[in-house]
């Protein structure tokens, strides 16, 4: 009689069958999952990334916040920040940088607590800070003197940071990254103008 052999298991057979056991563990012991802290409603958190969308629950769409806004978190908000197959984002994962990362593409939108002080409304690098760099460049270069102007100067660069280099080259725009772009700036007017934001998110529920 002929002895039948196992196929030796592949790496790919083995991963998919961990995973699969670890699966089978968390819907047999829920708590051996990852908890989530949620915020507590009353809770004061401010936003870190201009253009994020705080969606408030209900039919009453959504606010675009502007970096350094701070707001009080209703229940309302945390239970419209789970997206279409109930997984929390945004406002929700304030307590969870890292996670804020998995769910926003490596962007971290909220931070609890109030907006600290001196907390500047600009990231290095976005067309807020570009601007901010450009006019107190230009007030520095119109100092009376060679001594004040070297002194703005300096302080420029202290805050701001150096100049981002400008690229010789042109480069190529997506329709996808020009229509995230206008959803971006669309984002930003609303904010400025005190308006709800009452677009959908494409990221398909959740704070954007």
């Not at 909220?110 to 907006?115: D, K, L, R, S």
Request: some cysteine; charged content about 30%.
């Amino acid at each position: 009689m002929t002895e039948q052999t196992t196929p030796a298991e592949t790496t790919g057979q083995r991963r998919l069958r961990e995973a699969r056991e670890r699966a089978a563990e968390r819907e047999a012991n829920p708590a051996s999952a990852t908890a989530i802290k949620l915020p507590t409603p009353g809770e004061t958190v401010h936003c870190l990334v201009s253009g994020t969308t705080l969606h408030r629950g209900g039919f009453e769409g959504g606010y675009v916040l502007l970096r350094g806004q701070q707001f009080i978190v209703t229940a309302e908000m945390i239970e419209a920040s789970r997206d279409r197959f109930g997984r929390h984002r945004g406002v929700a994962l304030v307590h969870h940088p890292e996670l804020q990362k998995l769910a926003h593409k490596g962007r971290v939108l909220y931070a609890p607590g109030p907006t600290p002080e001196g907390f500047e409304p600009w990231e290095y690098g976005d067309p807020a800070w570009a601007d901010a760099r450009e006019r107190a460049r230009l007030d520095a270069h119109a100092q009376r003197t060679d001594a004040e102007r070297r002194a703005a100067l300096a302080e420029v660069h202290r805050r701001y940071g150096p100049a981002q280099p400008m690229n010789s080259f042109t480069k190529y725009i997506s329709a996808a990254d020009r229509e995230a772009e206008a959803d971006r700036k669309a984002r930003l007017a609303a904010a400025r103008a005190g308006q709800p934001f009452l677009g959908s998110s494409s990221e398909g529920g959740g704070d954007a």
